[in-house]
Structures are given as C-alpha cells and as structure tokens.
C-alpha cells in the first residue's frame, strides 16, 4: 500500500501561480503510476493529469493543457502539480492518486487516494 498527502493549496487571484505536493510514503513509489484529480463545487471528479513510474509520459487534460505540468521526484517519493496561470474555474479539491499498472484518465482505476487539498481562485 501508498500513503498520500497533499500540500499546497490556497487562496490565490486568477493569473497567479501554484505548485501542489503529494508525499507519498508505504510501499515503494516508482511502482505506481500517479495522477492528479479535481472536484469542483457540485461537480463530479475530474481527470488533471497524469505520469507513468519512471516520470518518462505524462499528459493532461485540455482544460489544463499548456498552464498545468505534472513531474514526479521518485527519490523525493513525490508528486508534483504547477499550476499558473490559473482560472476561477480551476477553483476545486485537488487529489493526487496511484495506481499500479500504467497511468490512467479515469479515477475509478486508481487505488490510492490522498485527502485533498483545496485550490481557490478569485477573479
């Protein structure tokens, strides 16, 4: 098993930059493929991006493609999510999450998931 742990959500202006952290700790962390996913105010979770164990393939969705780079730092045994130029609809709950066989766009497949951290941005 993994355990994850979110960091460094806030309150920031739209146009403002963020870095989000997920440490993981358990089980060795190259064996997993991660991912980042957001839930919006009364919307379902949604698909941000995400890396394969060796951090070689990663690719996100359109909505955030160009602003938002997911990276992976396996001997740090964390995950990464820079965020800029950031948008009032980016506003949400972000969660990273593992899974052990090739990374993945629906969050029904992952098997680990941290507790969130949320991301506010005011227009």
């Known amino acids: 098993q993994v355990q994850l742990v979110e960091s460094g959500g806030g309150l920031v202006q739209a146009g403002d930059s963020l870095r989000l952290s997920c440490a993981a700790s358990?089980?060795?962390?190259?064996?997993?493929?991660l991912g980042w996913f957001r839930q919006g105010p009364g919307k379902e979770r949604e698909f941000v991006a995400a890396?394969?164990?060796?951090?070689?393939?990663?690719y996100s969705a359109d909505s955030v493609k160009g602003r938002f780079t997911i990276s992976r730092d396996n001997a740090r045994n964390t995950l990464y999510l820079q965020m800029n130029s950031l948008k009032p609809e980016d506003t949400a709950v972000y969660y990273c999450?593992?899974?052990?066989?090739?990374?993945?766009?629906?969050?029904?497949?992952?098997?680990?998931w941290g507790q969130g951290t949320q991301v506010t941005v005011s227009s």
């Open positions: 999450a593992a899974r052990e066989i090739g990374s993945s766009t629906d969050p029904r497949s992952y098997d680990y």
């Open positions: 358990g089980r060795t962390f190259s064996s997993y493929a």
């Open positions: 890396i394969s164990r060796s951090g070689g393939s990663a």
